[in-house]
């Protein structure tokens, strides 16, 4: 039973462009979201997170949209760079655990 | 910085060998995670553990074990290896805050022929 989905297995976009990475949830008892990016032959690496009580949270060009009636986030890269390329992997923590998506490679063209 | 460093980076072991995968972490943190990454699947958590000579089974345990002897370490075991224990395995620490945010090591691509 998965409880953090993300449908997209992989994502194309131009350089300059915005994309969005979407995540659905199934468990409300989830109290944060993070967004990891992770490279080839390396860890994931943290990248935003939100907590439940928010609706968004923006560092920089990367903004966390979370729609809890829906049970849905998003992740928004603006402007999209070549170095975003990489797989996104969404979590949902509850407890002292992470739950993860499968991830979506992000492939950012120039 | 936080550093989690993982023993091996690349691995190849064959069917029925005893596997040792050791990770430490230099941040004092109480809490650390291993997981396998397989395409499609994203992380699984395999086991974890909260403190030294604690651990709790996660959502795939079978065929692993693990030890905490010491704060820093954590180490998974795999008794007797098989090939579809062929994965990447990331192992991961926190510490108690809010957040919970995991820092990751760069993992360890095992092969088992």
């Known amino acids: 039973d998965q409880q953090v989905k993300q449908n997209s297995p992989s994502l194309s976009v131009q350089e300059g462009r915005i994309s969005i990475l979407n995540c659905d949830y199934t468990n409300s008892m989830f109290d944060y979201f993070l967004w990891y990016k992770k490279y080839p032959a390396e860890g994931p690496t943290f990248l935003i997170s939100?907590?439940?009580?928010?609706d968004k949270n923006e560092d920089g060009r990367f903004t966390v949209f979370l729609n809890k009636s829906a049970k849905h986030l998003s992740l928004h890269i603006v402007p999209s760079q070549p170095g975003d390329s990489a797989v996104y992997f969404c979590a949902a923590k509850h407890g002292n655990k992470l739950v993860f998506g499968a991830g979506t490679i992000l492939r950012v063209k120039s | 910085d936080v550093k989690v460093t993982q023993s091996s980076r690349y691995l190849v072991k064959r069917t029925g060998e005893k596997v040792f995968l050791e990770c430490v972490q230099d941040?004092?943190?109480?809490?650390m995670f291993w997981y396998r990454q397989d395409p499609g699947l994203g992380l699984r958590l395999i086991y974890f553990?909260?403190?030294?000579?604690?651990?709790e089974k996660g959502d795939i345990p079978e065929g692993y074990s693990v030890s905490r002897e010491k704060k820093e370490r954590f180490s998974l075991i795999l008794e007797s290896a098989s090939t579809n224990q062929t994965s990447m395995y990331l192992c991961a620490s926190n510490g108690q805050t809010a957040l919970n945010e995991q820092f990751f090591g760069p993992g360890t691509r095992l092969t088992v022929l």
């Open positions: 941040m004092d943190h109480e809490n």
């Open positions: 939100i907590s439940s009580i928010k």
């Open positions: 553990s909260y403190d030294v000579k604690m651990k």
